[in-house]
């Protein structure tokens, strides 16, 4: 099975900190994503990647920049949190860069900035 | 840009009752669908995609989708919910290597 780790299932940040989300994939896939979940607004995606150090921006990349170094990782990084981005982050991955490929998804990271 | 319409914010519905929920997307051309579901606490799970081919589709846990080019739409149907059903649900349409995702129907089944 695919596995898709978030290192951290719940944070607390307090605003102005920076904070970094890390997403490992074991099965070699090519494209990740970093979406956010709020309610009533359902997934929106922050940046994907297709390869390693390429990155592109999704629907909200404002606040936000990301890093591949390595194909199985990729991170998320808030330079300055603030309470409006306080949400469910959902890091995801799948194989190909092509259309119909399953998106798997990891478990989620709650993140509260105060 | 591809936009997706979960009509349903929230769907109550008794067990052993069938249920539909509903989904509309906008291209007009060849699209890719997916239904994902959530259970509390979770991330996504894929339940069911339509590529090509038949306009039904099955996918896990008994859910079935009906692909309908003319009207737009990838509804989803079970004709006998579980209270493990209880979960949200999220149509999902691709759009390059990305997918644009609704904004969810949360199913609540009822003893």
Avoid at chain 1, 20 to 37: A, I, T
Avoid at chain 1, 51 to 70: A, L
Avoid at chain 1, 95 to 112: A, N, R, V
Avoid at chain 2, 75 to 95: G, M, N, Q, W
Wanted: proline share 3%.
């Amino acid at each position: 099975d695919v596995k898709v780790t978030q290192s951290s299932r719940y944070l607390v940040k307090r605003t102005g900190e920076k904070v970094f989300l890390e997403c490992v994939q074991d099965m070699d896939h090519e494209n990740m994503f970093w979406y956010r979940q709020d309610p009533g607004l359902g997934l929106r995606l922050i940046y994907f990647s297709y390869d390693v150090k390429m990155k592109e921006k999704g629907d909200i990349p404002e606040g936000y920049s990301v890093s591949r170094e390595k194909k199985e990782r990729f991170s998320l990084i808030l330079e300055s949190a603030s309470t409006n981005q306080t949400s469910m982050y959902l890091c995801a991955s799948s194989l190909f860069q092509g259309m119909g490929d399953t998106i798997y998804f990891g478990e989620g990271s709650w993140l509260t900035v105060v | 840009a591809q936009s997706v319409t979960q009509l349903d914010s929230q769907v109550p519905v008794f067990e052993e009752a069938p249920v539909e929920l509903r989904c509309n997307y906008s291209s007009s051309v060849s699209v890719y669908l997916f239904w994902y579901v959530q259970y509390p606490n979770q991330g996504l799970q894929l339940l069911l995609k339509y590529l090509s081919g038949s306009t039904l589709v099955k996918g896990i846990n008994g859910f079935e989708a009906e692909f309908n080019k003319s009207q737009t739409s990838f509804h989803l149907r079970k004709p006998s919910v579980h209270i493990s059903d209880t979960a949200e649900y999220f149509c999902a349409v691709s759009e390059g290597d990305k997918l644009i995702f609704g904004t969810g129907t949360r199913l609540q089944v009822f003893p």
